[in-house]
């Protein structure tokens, strides 16, 4: 079955803290993988992706993600949080090529000032 | 300005009386697609539509119907509405090979 596991569901730091939000997923065939993050009242935007090549992918806002083929894992990580990171980040994977994009139940993140 | 707009944004209705959720983009994407969020679940695909008048079912399709006459827009059709329909719902789109979605402001509905 087609499914993405965030590993956490609440994650609170203080500002400069170090960030790793787990995503594990399960699905047939070569994939896409997203992180999207969606600030307090906002819509929901692309964080950073991965489509092929260099593993180690970086995004806006000073975020990077690994994916770990064999791990079947795209971890989200931010070496500094700041308070404006506070949202919510959800995983998400889908077909190359293809249109079905199941994401993950998310994880909140809040960052103390 | 690039966008995806919804409408209404916010909905409270009874159970049982039809309603509709636009959806309209201004992307020319050949893709769209409705998810619902419901804590603790995370996004689940409703429906998606890869251009006009090809449709298909995602994860969690009973109870909604979808069309795409135009290119530019992509509502959601809920014939009777029941209590467990009550969610944010949110609709996206994407070019070519759907390498990123562009979401909708989203629309929070209540059936009671």
């Known amino acids: 079955a087609q499914s993405v596991s965030q590993h956490n569901h609440h994650v609170i730091l203080s500002e400069a803290a170090s960030l790793e939000l787990g995503c594990n997923y399960s699905?047939?065939?070569?994939?896409?993988l997203f992180w999207y993050v969606q600030y307090p009242g906002q819509h929901l935007q692309l964080l950073l992706k991965?489509?092929?090549?260099?593993?180690l992918v970086k995004g806006i806002k000073g975020f990077e993600a690994e994916f770990i083929k064999s791990k079947f894992s795209f971890n989200l990580r931010k070496p500094s949080v700041q308070w404006s990171d506070t949202a919510e980040y959800f995983c998400?994977?889908?077909?190359?090529?293809?249109?079905?994009?199941?994401f993950g139940a998310g994880t909140r993140l809040f960052v103390k000032a | 300005e690039a966008q995806v707009t919804q409408n209404p944004r916010y909905l409270i209705t009874v159970t049982g009386k039809k309603l509709t959720v636009t959806c309209s983009q201004n992307m020319n994407h050949e893709y769209m697609s409705w998810y619902r969020q419901d804590p603790g679940l995370g996004l689940r695909q409703i429906y998606y539509?890869?251009?006009?008048?090809?449709?298909d079912k995602g994860d969690v399709p009973e109870g909604y119907k979808v069309s795409r006459k135009e290119k530019r827009n992509f509502p959601l059709i809920l014939e009777s509405p029941s209590p467990n329909q009550t969610s944010l719902y949110f609709c996206a789109s994407g070019g070519k090979g759907v390498d990123e979605q562009y979401f909708g402001p989203g629309t929070r509905l209540t059936v009671t």
């Open positions: 539509s890869m251009n006009v008048e090809v449709t």
């Open positions: 699905y047939g065939g070569t994939v896409n």
């Open positions: 998400a994977v889908g077909p190359v090529g293809g249109f079905k994009t199941i």
């Open positions: 991965y489509f092929s090549g260099d593993p």
